[in-house]
């Protein structure tokens, strides 16, 4: 499996989970070896986004209640 490049959904849980900072040496280490590195970024600042519209949104509600 050296050589294969893992999908974009796997990448995206990756960068979930490394989002926690709960991973195992194991799971480290095939990540590092399948994951594309233009796929990790794009991947991070994608749920950057997210998690920041999440937490406007949940600002906004608390707001204006």
Do not use: C, H, N
Request: glycine share 10%.
């Amino acid at each position: 499996m050296a050589g294969d490049r893992a999908g974009f959904l796997a990448t995206l849980r990756a960068v979930l989970w490394s989002f926690l900072g709960v991973r195992k040496r194991r799971g480290y280490q095939e990540d590092a070896s399948s994951l594309d590195p233009k796929a990790v970024i794009v991947a991070g600042l994608i749920a950057g986004l997210v998690f920041v519209l999440v937490l406007v949104a949940v600002v906004r509600v608390v707001v204006s209640a």
